[in-house]
């Protein structure tokens, strides 16, 4: 009688989106979410010489279980760039979304604004992390455990308790704003 190893669950995965001028950060982003347990989806490291790197790109964010777009003063100042067409993508594979899916995981990697800012509209209605040059927080981590542990829904960010409604996602320590 021969016993196979149990198949281990596949590692949430996230494409790592951003401008050239961000690789620095990026690599920095990569490699702390690499170190939590997640499958990162990064240009440099899953693209060979003699991709069809358009397609390989578009097929990977729409299998992805997460987006991860990097936003910063260079994806401010860019008019056009590549990152703008996977940015694109992500807000339309959302079309086909329950909204409280979890999916955008907008990532600011300077002081740039959410008012405002250059983005698909999509990547204003969630809330943004912020990494300074892509380093590691605290909330970084806990994110990544929220994704390790199969959490999908996007959780609600309203400041004050809807009448007769108890806010699902609060702590004591929580102020239910963000």
Not at 16 to 40: E, K
Not at 128 to 147: D, F, K, S, V, Y
Not at 152 to 161: A, L
Request: glycine letters at 6%.
């Amino acid at each position: 009688m021969s016993s196979t190893a149990p198949t281990p669950e596949p590692r949430p995965s996230i494409f790592l989106s951003y401008a050239s001028d961000d690789r620095a950060a990026a690599r920095a982003l990569r490699d702390a979410l690499i170190a939590t347990g997640l499958d990162v989806w990064y240009d440099e490291s899953k693209l060979g010489g003699g991709d069809a790197w358009d397609q390989k790109i578009r097929r990977q964010i729409r299998d992805c279980d997460f987006f991860m777009p990097v936003i910063s003063h260079a994806t401010e100042q860019r008019k056009e760039g590549y990152f703008r067409r996977e940015w694109r993508l992500a807000a339309e594979r959302t079309m086909d979304m329950a909204d409280d899916v979890l999916f955008l995981l907008p990532v600011a990697i300077d002081d740039t604004s959410d008012a405002g800012a250059r983005v698909p509209d999509k990547f204003l209605a969630v809330q943004w992390l912020r990494l300074p040059a892509g380093h590691p927080t605290p909330e970084l981590e806990a994110l990544a455990r929220r994704l390790l542990e199969g959490e999908n829904s996007v959780r609600p960010t309203w400041s004050s308790p809807r009448p007769g409604c108890r806010r699902p996602f609060s702590t004591p320590h929580s102020t239910g704003t963000t």
